[in-house]
C-alpha cells in the first residue's frame, strides 16, 4: 500500500523549515490537500481589486513550497493558475 506524504517547505528570513503537513492514502486526497494548502495562502494575501499577478506575486514571496513526496505537483503553477481564477472571481 502507497502512502503520500505532503510536505511544506518554508524558506523564510534565511532559515529553511520543512513540516510534514499530512499523510494519506490517495492521491486524490494528497493533491486536495496541496490544492487547499495554496488556496488558503493566496486567501490570506488576497484584497479586493487586487490584479492577478500582484497576487502571484505576494505568493511567490511568501517562500512556501508545497509538495507530494514522489510525485509531481508544482505549488508554483497551481498557485499562478489560482491567482488568475481568483482575481477574475472578483471582477
Known sequence: MTNY??????????ESKRRLAGTFKTLPAALATC???????????????????????????????????????LAIDYARKRSFEICAEGD
Not at 5 to 14: C, S
Not at 38 to 67: I, P
Open 5 to 14: 506524504e505532503v510536505y511544506v517547505d518554508e524558506n523564510l528570513r534565511g
Open 35 to 73: 490544492r487547499g494548502i495554496v488556496d488558503a495562502r493566496l486567501a490570506q494575501l488576497h484584497s479586493k481589486g487586487m490584479k492577478a499577478q500582484d497576487l502571484f506575486t505576494a505568493y511567490c514571496l511568501f517562500e512556501e513550497d508545497t509538495w507530494i513526496k514522489g510525485q509531481e505537483f
